[in-house]
């Protein structure tokens, strides 16, 4: 029997209660601040959660959860895989780590993709048969002699060795046959030596994060994973290990952690629901701790403890202890619901963030191994908020119900493609490669300033609405000089692509402090979706209507998809995902529909989390994407075949879904592909995509200009992957988070490079 873990969670959010430390890289880009303010900043926040979780009642707490942009990088950082591009700039240890995320002139930054099926980023490992993996930092040791001098005995957490490579991609160059994980014996070897400076530290527990072993994995992997922990458990100087999965069930790898030598297995049995029924067949739990993930890490609902208990309950006499722990990292939800003062008490009352999930672990903890009267009041107090909650008139909609009872298969389904292409080549009248970007412009201050105005009743809406009518003709008569051939408006209005909808819909509420880190600075404040979900006026429609009246030039309709709006909130759990993404669908119609009768042309409904809620095992994916397609159509469908229905994708492994793009049937789709350097168009060949195409040319998610040469280049690399009559010339994404001054010079070079190679009309 190992020593118990206790109540814990399986890692906290680290930007700060206040967005602290997003303000402060922000400022240490602009060298506003120096290393050492940004620094101790990111120290206060981590000294912060370490005695807020202790005096909370958790039995072990985690550290090594802050991060200054991503864990995977950390981890890269850790064990010594910094490309040579980035070594050989002669920069510190913090801007060669910022160089790596963000990347400079010289260096391009290395990829950044979704974590998993979250609306987190991480970034991509670059690994080559040269990588050379050693220990080469300590700040994994450092933070937790930080925790003990303050009182705090922490559990470092650490993504696992087998998840870092499964997650990396081959450097450029590398050979065909080359998979980062052959480097698995030489990374082993690397986390061995942390161990072992662990173990001098005094660490008692260490958590080694596997996820990749929810999806679906090879015997190779598997494999892998057995010999990794295997060697690992032996070592004769370490912690104990706790080896930590998440966000689904861990299938074959269940196994083969659970007969490894490692001390205890961490279990989602929130995403993992066939964990439960599978565990007592499992061999090797007697001698473990099993931590068990009761409560949900990922949405913001309240736990039925009584739900939560009794599944706990099954779960005694297979193992050695059973702890209860969050079932992933509570990096994906907000810190403290009290937080938020204007929320409608009832939903509030409904709702558990980072502090009160961390309350919910202890009482279940309490409950399972002191008996259910040590929390007799807490467990009756869930019980009246889950009851109230199930009960609420409020949640459902009759109109909605019956509309979507009402469905159709030809309410999903437009006219054929090639008579909606010469519609739309005879209204619109373009170029060939015509040029557009994707939505947003960069928010300016006096924006941002303006919306804080009229929040703070400081200016009324009249006044606000001209400052926005200001704002959206200088983004016209910018992209009218520069040459682009479909315009935005710019998005002044919009705090965020998702929130800013789902203030104009029914069944949603917003949080006003709720934020949540989407990568680096990058944070993003879900909306909750509670209910039933309706459209009771436009949103979007005179904002369209203003920019095109002051342009000749088509001008987009923006507006955001279903499935994204679901995946970016917070949404209920009491039905199907498929019957919430209908009912956004249909609200989202209405939208397309009055932006049509208003004279908007081109209408764009973007996707960029299509990939991102897949489900990690493949027998799930095909249930996931007729519904997830079956929205979009049905959002877009029961309009004209001259208006031209764009859609745009970002930052996702694209392979896995490339058939549901097809399926999508848009007119153009825009998609990310700088930092790929346009691999994506092989994929889309591979399945015989004939549709319009506008592979991004500008990464801007760094904030490096691209020069026109670079931009000319992947032009010609697209030109040969998709014919010019179907090619779009745009940015990878929107962009608000840029500064005009960097974004004016990039869409210069842009065009510049665009009439490089655009051939002449014919």
């Known amino acids: 029997m190992t020593s118990t873990i206790g109540s814990t969670v399986l890692g906290y959010p680290r930007i700060g209660p206040n967005r602290e430390l997003k303000r402060a890289l922000e400022n240490y880009w602009k060298s506003r601040i120096g290393e050492p303010e940004l620094r101790e900043v990111a ?31 950390d981890a890269a950082v850790t064990f010594g895989a910094v490309p040579p591009r980035f070594a050989e700039l002669g920069l510190s240890p913090l801007d060669t780590y910022f160089a790596m995320a963000r990347g400079v002139e010289s260096a391009p930054p290395l990829e950044m993709t979704k974590w998993f099926d979250t609306n987190y980023h991480y970034i991509v490992p670059e690994i080559g048969p040269e990588t050379a993996f050693r220990l080469s930092d300590q700040t994994v040791v450092d933070q937790y002699h930080e925790a003990a001098e303050l009182g ?44 072992g400076e662990l173990h001098r530290a005094g660490v008692e527990w260490v958590q080694l994060d596997e996820p990749a072993f929810a999806a679906d994995r090879s015997q190779a992997d598997l494999d892998a994973l057995r010999t990794a922990y295997r060697r690992l458990g032996e070592l004769a100087q370490r912690p104990k290990i706790l080896v930590a999965s998440y966000f689904g069930d861990l299938g074959d790898a269940l196994g083969v952690l659970a007969s490894s030598p490692v001390e205890a297995l961490g279990v989602d049995l929130v995403a993992g629901q066939r964990t439960v029924d599978e565990l007592p067949s499992v061999s090797g739990l007697r001698d473990k701790t099993l931590v068990a993930g009761l409560v949900d890490g990922r949405n ?27 079932s992933c990292s509570l990096l994906h939800v907000p810190y403290d619901v009290e937080a938020e003062t204007d929320i409608d008490p009832q939903v509030k009352s409904w709702l558990a963030f980072a502090a009160q999930k961390v309350d919910e672990v202890v009482v279940l903890d309490r409950a399972l191994h002191q008996g259910r009267d040590s929390v007799s009041e807490q467990l009756e107090d869930g019980r009246r908020r889950i009851a109230d909650r199930a009960n609420a008139e409020r949640v459902r909609n009759d109109r909605v119900q019956a509309r979507l009872t009402a469905l159709k298969p030809e309410h999903a389904q437009r006219g ?9 080549r005879k209204s619109l009248r373009l170029p060939p490669l015509p040029t557009t970007t994707i939505g947003s412009f960069p928010q300016t201050t006096d924006v941002r300033k303006a919306r804080a105005a009229l929040r703070s009743g400081s200016i009324d809406q009249a006044t606000y609405k001209q400052r926005m009518r200001d704002e959206i003709e200088r983004v016209i008569r910018l992209q009218e000089d520069l040459g682009l051939d479909v315009l935005v408006h710019g998005e002044p209005e919009r705090n965020d692509m998702v929130q ?18 989407s990568y680096g600075s990058r944070c993003v404040r879900p909306p909750i979706l509670f209910g039933d979900v309706s459209r009771p006026e436009p949103i979007t429609v005179d904002w369209a209507k203003y920019a095109q009246r002051l342009t000749e030039k088509p001008v987009k309709g923006m507006l955001t998809g279903p499935v994204t709006i679901l995946a970016w909130s917070f949404v209920r759990d009491d039905q199907p995902l498929g019957d919430t993404a209908r009912q956004v669908a249909l609200a989202i119609r209405d939208e397309v529909k009055d932006l049509e009768n208003a004279g908007i042309r081109v209408i764009q409904v973007d996707e960029p989390a299509l990939r991102e809620l897949l489900p990690l095992r493949s027998a799930a994916h095909q249930d996931y994407l007729d519904w ?7 959002a877009t469908s029961g309009i004209a075949e001259s208006t031209q229905i764009h859609t745009h994708l970002c930052y996702s492994e694209f392979g896995d879904v490339i058939n549901a793009i097809v399926a999508l049937d848009a007119d153009v789709t825009s ?29 801007i998610h760094s904030p490096r200009v691209p020069e026109a040469g670079e931009v000319t280049d992947l032009l010609k690399a697209a030109l040969a992957a998709v014919p010019a009559e179907r090619l779009w010339v745009n940015p990878d994404c929107g962009l608000k988070t840029r500064g005009y001054a960097e974004v004016e010079t990039a869409l210069k070079n842009v065009i510049s490079a665009t009439e490089a190679v655009r051939p002449a009309s014919g």
Request: aromatic share 10%; hydrophobic share 45%.
């Open 43 to 73: 120290r206060t926040l981590r000294t912060d959660a370490w005695r807020s979780l202790r005096d909370a009642g958790l039995d072990s707490v985690p550290g090594n959860t802050s991060s200054y942009y991503d864990q995977v990088l």
């Open 152 to 195: 705090v005995k922490t559990r470092p957490v650490v993504v696992g060795p087998l998840t870092f490579l499964l997650l990396s991609k081959p450097r450029d160059g590398a050979p065909a046959s080359f998979r980062p994980l052959d480097k698995v014996d030489e990374l082993v070897s690397a986390y061995a030596e942390l161990l």
């Open 300 to 326: 913001i609902w309240r736990t039925d403890l009584d739900g939560a208990l009794a599944k706990a309950a099954t779960l005694l006499g297979l193992a050695g202890e059973v702890a209860v722990s969050t």
């Open 416 to 424: 054929d493609y090639a008579k909606r292409l010469a519609a739309q």
């Open 500 to 517: 800013y909808f789902s203030e104009h819909l029914d069944g949603f509420v917003s949080t006003h402090n709720g934020w949540v880190q």
């Open 628 to 634: 997830a397609v079956e929205s979009f159509r049905l």
């Open 671 to 699: 998609i990310e592909a700088a930092r790929s350097r346009m691999e994506v168009l092989d994929d889309l060949n591979a399945v015989g995509f004939a549709r319009g195409v506008g592979p991004g040319v500008y990464d």
